[in-house]
């Protein structure tokens, strides 16, 4: 009885403690509405000025307050807007703190980043969009939508410097664009240098109208008096075929050039009567070239002057030349010269040239059987100027040699590996690639070592294994590395200097001790191209008292 007594007691205690913690909690909660309800009245009659009439009006708006600071959609999009606009102005900040630091050339960078942070700090604090930011109450959206079309306005033109200016600041971009920027000149310059060697050999191989002119003027004169250059039917002279005089070949369709030759050498030569000049053109130029050397005695020097058709056994069947001239492919490679097809291959267009697949620039290989009475000849090419004496080439002992050349090579230049195609195996296993070359032009040449050497047969040897140009591209040069490659006998630089024309650089002094200097290059003396401060070493010994040079204004 007791103990239910005891329990009854218990219970009721905790059911009245129970219901005096509910009066309290409703009585907090009641104090907290009341207060509230008090607070944004107040606000409400003091932001929009009404009358007491609003007191319902100021219970809605508190109401919507309360549910506001949990539920208005509009709070977490200007949060959004309010980041972006600082994330912005924090990083337009540092580019232009990162300008500063790099030392940028144009101080303009760093300028507009400063102007773009502070624009969108300015934004930020302008008076009707800070009341956003600083109050909890009802966020106007009309006014939100404002702010957030300038801030993408302003967002937009940060991105857009920001993009501009990136290459400043990204160091592997700059390298791109520069890396572009080489390429696209390189292809620019590369296009410019094809048109250019295309303009200049067109201007080194063309025909001066004044020197056509004169050949034309010559051939006249001989069509005129045919009496007085007529050679057929008369007996050779002895001192053409005289081996104790000394005797020159020039092969050339130049008649001013190869008069220069034999002008130069004559008034050099101590004894010009025991000296003998065989030139020899093509048909066309042969009555020219009779006059020209007709017109004057040259010191009493012996010329003979006769064309290649004159020497029978050249032809097709045993000139290797000749017979790959008759090709169709050869001659689609050298004659269908057009713009396109000739810049192809700078390095080589200058072989395209049909002057490499003449006769006249061969002729060089077969003089032994030309003139079979003589042991020695000095070879000159027709763009040459002798300056001194040449008999002491005469008294050189060639040790068994059969061509008396100077060496061009120094260091890495020059060498056989640039004139020839040493990924052939047969170019391959039979000579050094670091083996030194020489220069034509002025070459020394002692035949009867040709004719026991047997030089011309190894010249057709290796000139019918080039038919498809795979072991040289063409041009002389080549083949007499090849042909003379263990018989030449290198002689002192001082008797043929080159680069007269294409080197500015060459000494004036080098050029006085020269016994003979060479314009090889594109830039001929008789061009208008030729270089001004070497042309007078070719000029004083043109017959300028000729009446035919006259008449062509030549030189001019």
């Not at 907290?32 to 003091?46: A, C, E, I, V």
């Not at 033109?157 to 990204?170: L, M, N, P, Y």
């Not at 005289?242 to 008649?255: C, E, G, T």
Request: hydrophobic share 40%; charged share 25%.
């Amino acid at each position: 009885m007791a103990n239910s007594q005891t329990k009854g007691n218990r219970s009721f205690s905790f059911s009245f403690r129970v219901l005096t913690s509910a009066i309290s909690i409703a009585l907090c909660i009641f104090f907290t509405f009341s207060f509230l309800f008090t607070t944004h009245h107040y606000h409400h009659r003091h932001n929009n000025n009404i009358g007491s009439d609003s007191v319902a009006r100021g219970f809605g708006s508190v109401t919507r307050s309360i549910l506001a600071l949990k539920t208005d959609p509009l709070k977490p999009r200007l949060d959004h807007i309010k980041k972006q606009a600082e994330d912005h102005r924090t990083l337009a900040l540092m580019y232009a703190s990162y300008a500063k630091k790099l030392k940028l050339e144009s101080s303009k960078v760093v300028r507009v980043f400063a102007e773009l942070s502070r624009d969108f700090s300015y934004l930020m604090n302008k008076p009707r969009y800070t009341s956003l930011f600083g109050s909890d109450g009802v966020i106007d959206e009309a006014v939100l939508r404002q702010l957030e079309k300038e801030v993408k306005e302003r967002i937009k033109t940060a991105r857009q410097v920001i993009g501009e200016a990136k290459e400043s600041f990204d160091n592997q971009l700059k390298i791109q664009k520069l890396k572009d920027t080489i390429f696209a000149v390189n292809e620019q310059l590369t296009k410019a240098k094809k048109q250019g060697a295309f303009s200049s050999l067109i201007a080194a191989k063309s025909i001066p109208k004044s020197l056509h002119c004169i050949s034309m003027r010559l051939m006249e004169e001989r069509i005129a008096h045919p009496e007085k250059y007529l050679d057929e039917g008369k007996p050779t002279a002895p001192e053409l075929e005289n081996p104790k005089l000394y005797h020159y070949a020039i092969f050339s369709d130049n008649v001013v050039a190869a008069s220069v030759v034999v002008n130069s050498a004559t008034k050099n030569a101590k004894e010009p009567w025991k000296h003998v000049f065989h030139v020899v053109t093509d048909k066309m130029n042969l009555g020219a070239m009779q006059v020209m050397f007709k017109l004057k005695d040259y010191n009493g020097a012996h010329i003979e002057v006769k064309a290649v058709e004159d020497y029978t056994f050249l032809n097709s069947s045993y000139v290797p030349v000749l017979r790959q001239l008759e090709s169709a492919n050869l001659q689609k490679f050298y004659f269908e010269n057009k713009l396109e097809n000739a810049t192809k291959d700078t390095t080589n267009m200058k072989f395209r040239n049909p002057k490499y697949l003449s006769i006249l620039n061969h002729l060089r290989f077969y003089l032994p059987e030309m003139y079979p009475k003589l042991h020695r000849i000095l070879f000159l090419d027709d763009d040459i100027v002798v300056q001194k004496d040449l008999t002491g080439l005469w008294k050189i002992d060639m040790d068994g040699k059969v061509n008396g050349a100077v060496e061009t090579c120094f260091g890495s230049f020059h060498r056989y590996a640039q004139y020839m195609n040493f990924s052939h195996p047969l170019i391959k296993a039979k000579f050094n690639p670091k083996a030194c070359a020489w220069a034509y032009g002025m070459n020394f040449f002692d035949l009867d070592a040709w004719r026991r050497e047997k030089c011309t047969e190894e010249y057709h040897y290796w000139q019918n294994l080039n038919e498809n140009r795979t072991l040289w591209k063409l041009g002389t040069l080549p083949p007499g590395l090849i042909t003379f490659y263990s018989t030449t006998k290198p002689l002192e630089k001082s008797w043929h200097v080159l680069g007269l024309g294409y080197n500015p650089s060459i000494s004036m002094e080098e050029i006085n001790n020269a016994a003979v200097v060479h314009f090889n290059g594109n830039m001929k003396p008789w061009l208008d191209i030729a270089m001004n401060q070497f042309k007078p070493l070719w000029t004083k010994f043109v017959d300028f008292e000729l009446e035919f040079v006259q008449s062509c204004n030549f030189g001019l």
